[in-house]
């Protein structure tokens, strides 16, 4: 199931070319905040 | 054997009743006791809000402000009036019905959920034991699983300014006169003192605020509280800040009151017609709890609670004006529901961070969340967008463009901290900003939102893209 994304986390999951279901949600209800997707991306550019 | 309840909630205000139909809609026998008689003495829910509050004083805005409408707004839309007469009586009479009929709606709504309403007195007498005096009859002892205190706030009495009930009045009083005073002096220029001082001077009042405080509005956003004293001032509210009442005194032969103050540049002397005293309001905690019961209060009569509102007595919680929070309706109401959750088993927790904030003056002024000198006080890195309504299309053809939207995020997470609305309709453009904060919302998703063309929430929309620094109808400032 995909999960619930506001409308600046369903941009940035597109403009990073995401899968949401890989990012850890902190919001209410496991929600994916913004700052959870930068923090990813954030996370992924240190591993590469 | 005494009665037995699962609830016995003490208040049928706004904190009150809304818990105790709570409570019976989660299957508990629940009793609410209120203390509050009409004129005809006959008993009366809604606690201050419907009956001497939120209710009436809205009431006595909106007809007021038709009138003032009816003045001069109207000749720039091409409308013109041959004259108008304030006919009072038939406002308050309005008044009055409108919150007859919603106190008899709380009356339904406690039938339909088979809530009891017990009319008297409610006294905590220990834990899970409450002492009902009603208003006619002998009082008794009532036992409850759980005992829930909403007992609510009376207005602050000034000793330099005493009561006298006709010269003299209480935020009550001020709903109730029944000729417009001539000049009105008003101590305390918050948010009671000015939505009543606006009342009065839209009916034809000259009225003077005397605030003791220094900054206008000090709990509000800063830049608007500038520009709602700037709007407040060019209406003709008169408002003296550092003014601080030393004496006054009722001369009943001139039909007058002398207030005496003082500020930065020496005494002053004052003469009114009528003096409306708005500085505060306490916890009307005064017999609530018996002698012998251990139940913490502080100084100003403040029920101590924890973050859910229990006491420090077990099964015994207190909610609303007598908590720390707020005064706020909305604020007591859902702690009564939070209560309510909490003892049937539920894991409800509230958000005090979100609760929205209004002044029902014209324009209107609202906020949710912190203010831009609150996070620079606590060095939060913050983005600004503010969106004026004069460039709303849709505030144009209201004829209707003072104010502005204005939202504060965080510069690194973009998330909302603050959203701060003067001008047309703020108490209900300020829901978007309340919603936004409860999801977390950041300063791009309401930009990336698509809202209705022409609103005045547009100017919510784009006081949301000035925070990312790209507002449409909005050129950069230099």
């Known amino acids: ?48 | 054997m005494s009665k037995k309840y699962d609830v016995i909630v003490i208040g049928a205000g706004p904190a009150g009743y809304v818990a105790a139909i709570r409570c019976a809609q989660l299957g508990m026998n629940t009793a609410c006791i209120d203390r509050w008689v009409d004129s005809e003495g006959k008993g009366r829910l809604g606690g201050t809000c419907l009956n001497v509050g939120c209710i009436p004083s809205k009431a006595l805005l909106e007809s007021s402000e038709q009138y003032e409408h009816a003045g001069h707004a109207l000749e720039q839309h091409g409308v013109r009036l041959k004259g108008r007469q304030l006919d009072l009586k038939a406002m308050m009479a309005r008044k009055d019905r409108v919150v007859a009929n919603l106190t008899q709606g709380i009356q339904g709504l406690f039938r339909a959920n088979s809530v009891d309403w017990l009319k008297g007195e409610g006294q905590l007498s220990g834990q899970g034991r409450v002492r009902f005096t009603p208003h006619e009859g002998e009082a008794e002892e009532l036992e409850a699983g759980h005992v829930i205190l909403a007992p609510g706030s009376v207005p602050v009495e000034l000793p330099s300014a005493p009561y006298d009930g006709t010269y003299v009045v209480d935020s009550s009083g001020a709903l109730e006169f029944d000729k417009v005073p001539g000049r009105l002096g008003v101590i305390g220029a918050g948010v009671i003192g000015l939505e009543l001082g606006s009342v009065w001077r839209r009916l034809g009042s000259e009225v003077v605020l005397l605030e003791a405080q220094e900054t206008f509005l000090t709990f509000c956003d800063e830049q608007i509280a500038g520009e709602a004293q700037k709007i407040f001032t060019r209406q003709g509210l008169d408002i003296r800040l550092g003014a601080r009442v030393k004496g006054s005194s009722v001369d009943r032969k001139k039909r007058k009151v002398v207030v005496e103050y003082e500020d930065g540049e020496g005494t002053h002397e004052e003469r009114f017609d009528r003096l409306i005293v708005a500085v505060g309001r306490r916890p009307a905690t005064d017999g609530l709890v018996a002698p012998e019961v251990e139940l913490t209060l502080d100084e100003r009569g403040m029920l101590h609670v924890d973050d859910y509102c229990e006491t420090t007595l077990p099964g015994v919680y207190a909610v609303g004006d007598a908590v720390r929070g707020p005064m706020l309706a909305h604020k007591g109401s859902e702690e009564g529901i939070m209560v309510a959750e909490r003892i049937a088993g539920q894991a409800t927790e509230m958000h005090y961070d979100t609760i929205p904030n209004v002044i029902y003056t014209l324009p209107e002024v609202a906020w949710v969340g912190r203010t831009e000198q609150a996070l620079r006080a606590a060095a939060t890195p913050y983005n600004r967008g503010v969106f004026p309504f004069a460039a709303s299309g849709r505030a144009r053809a209201m004829e209707d463009t003072t104010g502005m939207v204005k939202i504060l995020t965080h510069q690194e997470t973009d998330r909302i901290l603050g959203v701060h609305v003067i001008g047309p309709q703020a108490s209900e453009l300020i829901a978007q900003g309340v919603i936004a904060m409860e999801f977390e919302a950041s300063g791009e998703d309401l930009a990336r939102t698509v809202f209705a063309h022409p609103t005045l929430s547009e100017a919510v929309h784009e006081a949301a893209l000035a925070t990312l620094g790209r507002p449409i109808h909005m050129g950069k400032a230099r």
């Not at chain 1, 600046?8 to 919001?27: N, P, Q, S, W, Y």
């Not at chain 1, 959870?36 to 996370?43: A, P, Q």
Request: aromatic share 0%; hydrophobic share 35%; net charge negative.
């Open chain 1, 1 to 48: 199931t995909t999960p619930a994304l506001s409308p600046a986390v369903r941009k940035l999951v597109a403009e990073h070319d995401l899968d949401a279901a890989d990012i850890e949600g902190t919001g209410k209800g496991g929600r994916i905040l913004k700052e959870d997707v930068l923090r990813h991306v954030e996370e992924r550019a240190g591993d590469g």
